[in-house]
């Protein structure tokens, strides 16, 4: 069975500053891994993903996540936060068993405030 | 990235009736998704729509209270049915692409009274 879990329900940061959300997984097989970004009112957005590639994946608007496998870990980083960055954002985690399709399991989600 | 639509994108129903929700892509895809998201929550799979076959429903749903149809590889609908204030959330499709990546509709929120 595959779990996700967001360590923080809400993070609250400044304008300008860095952006840390935290997530670990737990996957019985090699799993995706996925970063989406929900605005209020509006549809989820796919950041990034870790599909067994390169560790540190970069993704959309100067956000990117490296994949650690020895601490089950695949938080998600930004050099400097914009007003415009403040959403939801929700770890997902996808096992892949062969023939068949992959199943999400999403995070609680991490609520990102940015302030002046 | 495919583009995907749901209609309605929001509804407000009485308890005891159904609502049918349809979910369209822009191009062709094999598996399509139906997940709920209840208020303050996070996102739930209901079940996996495979064209031509049955929904394959996850632990929690049963096909007589969310039934799916799936009759082309662009087209999906979720119904909602004998509703309950409970039910009140948004549900969302979604699609998987040859990446393995999953696309999202905006979703459906509806309001149970």
């Known amino acids: 069975a595959q779990s996700v879990t967001q360590l923080d329900s809400h993070v609250s940061v400044s304008e300008g500053t860095p952006v840390l959300l935290r997530c670990n997984y737990s996957?019985?097989?090699?799993?995706?891994l996925f970063w989406y970004v929900q605005h209020p009112n509006k549809g989820l957005q796919l950041l990034l993903k870790y599909t067994s590639a390169a560790t540190l994946v970069k993704g959309i608007n100067g956000f990117e996540a490296e994949f650690k496998k020895s601490e089950t870990s695949f938080h998600l980083t930004k050099p400097s936060a914009h007003m415009s960055d403040a959403a939801e954002y929700f770890c997902v985690v996808s096992d892949r068993i062969a023939g068949t399709a992959s199943k999400l399991t999403f995070g609680t989600g991490t609520r990102l405030q940015v302030t002046l | 990235s495919a583009v995907i639509s749901q209609k309605p994108s929001r509804d407000i129903c009485q308890r005891g009736t159904s609502l049918t929700i349809q979910c369209q892509v822009d191009?062709?895809?094999?598996?399509m998704f139906w997940y709920r998201q209840q208020p303050g929550q996070s996102l739930t799979l209901i079940a996996t729509?495979?064209?031509?076959?049955?929904?394959?429903?996850e632990s929690g749903f049963v096909i007589d209270k969310f039934p799916i149809s799936r009759p082309n590889l662009t087209f999906s609908t979720l119904t909602v049915s004998n509703m309950s204030p409970e039910d009140s959330s948004i549900y969302l499709c979604?699609?998987?692409?040859?990446?393995?990546?999953?696309?999202f509709g905006p979703g459906t929120r509806l309001t149970v009274t």
């Open positions: 729509a495979n064209q031509g076959s049955e929904a394959t429903y």
């Open positions: 979604s699609v998987e692409d040859r990446t393995y990546e999953q696309y």
């Open positions: 191009s062709q895809v094999t598996m």
């Open positions: 996957s019985s097989y090699s799993p995706s």
